[in-house]
């Protein structure tokens, strides 16, 4: 498939199944997933061409796993990064003792003052590894890798959350829990 289809299609399903599914008239059940035969029709009502392959194509090759189907394929939704309410549905887990967040230089001072925060999202978003905040945090420039200290938050009472594509998730970091090193 062609890879520049294919990223544009991702970047459509992101707006689409994470923030705005009213752009194309689509409605998300409340756990966020959408029917698949309507996504397909609507987006191509809405001159973004999107067939089956296709859509099975990005759901199985997203190097994030951003998209799962149900089980007999029927219905599609985003596995966490929402900025619509929608109940995922997900088990509180126990975190390991360190977890990561990658961002850039030009937050630093409002995460120390603040800590992180989930902003527009439902959830803060961490990962289990290094290499991941990296790869996230360079998006948007230089990444700025902060270790938080999930396992003595958790011990503290504070609830995470591991979505589907395996990305931690939890509604704020306080800023006594983040180790601020690069």
């Keep these: 498939m062609n890879e520049k289809i294919t990223k544009d299609v991702s970047k459509f399903l992101s707006l689409i199944l994470r923030h705005s599914p009213e752009k194309i008239g689509l409605k998300l059940d409340e756990n966020g997933w959408a029917d698949v035969a309507e996504l397909i029709a609507k987006c191509n009502k809405k001159e973004k061409t999107l067939n089956s392959e296709l859509l099975d194509y990005v759901v199985e090759n997203n190097d994030k796993k951003r998209f799962a189907f149900n089980e007999d394929k029927t219905k ?9 309410s929608v109940e995922l549905d997900l088990a509180e887990r126990e975190p390991s003792e360190f977890l990561y967040h990658g961002t850039v230089a030009k937050f630093m001072e409002s ?14 978003h961490l990962s289990k590894d290094r ?4 790869k996230v945090g ?32 939890t509604d704020e970091i306080p800023a006594k829990y983040i180790e601020f090193k690069s």
């Design 138 to 169: 360079s998006r948007r420039g230089v990444a700025q890798i902060l270790t938080v200290r999930s396992g003595q938050m958790h011990r503290d009472g504070f609830k995470f959350y591991l979505s589907e594509n395996n990305v931690w998730l």
């Design 111 to 124: 995460i120390k003052k603040e800590g992180l925060q989930k902003m527009s999202r439902q959830h803060v």
């Design 131 to 134: 290499e991941t905040a990296i």
């Design 76 to 84: 599609i939704r985003a596995s966490q990064g929402h900025s619509i």
